[in-house]
């Protein structure tokens, strides 16, 4: 399986499908999900305003993944994946590689044949680097889908936990 890791930021890349680290409103919020929302524009609020209208009202769950379009940006989907909050006390690892695993099933059913992940749950809601890269690339690498995926890393720290993670 093709695994690409890049520095940089993901709303540039021109793939089939971006992941979203969302919330579980789905209405946007900071670090990766702001500025998916800020460089998408105002059609993929307005799609995911409407999935809490129907069928999501109550949010989408940790540990799940849904697509809405991907407005301006360089790709034809975002699938927005809510990945859990960090809790020392509380093993939330399954909750983290449901977030991959769900992503990569709702981009095989729209028909991707690209697809580009960040550090889902590694930012502000505070998983270790160096266990959220490690349980991101155990998950795709066990959920292959069958297309090259790129993982965005945002800075080099990221990029080093990745690298280590992808060489084990």
Excluded at 2 to 9: A, F, M, P, R, T
Excluded at 51 to 61: C, D, F, I, S
Excluded at 70 to 88: F, K, N, Q, Y
Aim: charged share 15%; proline share 5%.
């Amino acid at each position: 399986m093709q695994i690409e890791l890049v520095q940089g930021d993901i709303t540039t890349l021109t793939v089939d499908a971006i992941v979203n680290a969302a919330n579980n409103s789905l209405l946007g919020g900071g670090g990766v999900d702001g500025a998916i929302h800020r460089a998408g524009g105002p059609e993929i609020l307005a799609e995911c305003r409407q999935l809490r209208a129907t069928t999501l009202p109550r949010g989408l769950p940790t540990g799940q993944a849904v697509a809405t379009g991907a407005g301006r940006l360089h790709a034809r989907w975002v699938i927005h994946a809510v990945g859990p909050v960090w809790d020392a006390d509380d093993d939330r690892s399954e909750l983290l590689a449901a977030a991959y695993a769900s992503s990569i099933r709702v981009a095989i059913d729209k028909g991707a044949m690209s697809l580009a992940f960040p550090a889902i749950s590694a930012g502000v809601y505070g998983w270790p680097i160096t266990d959220a890269a490690g349980i991101a690339v155990r998950t795709i690498r066990a959920n292959d889908p069958g297309f090259p995926v790129t993982i965005v890393a945002f800075n080099r720290p990221v990029v080093d936990a990745f690298r280590a993670a992808l060489s084990a």
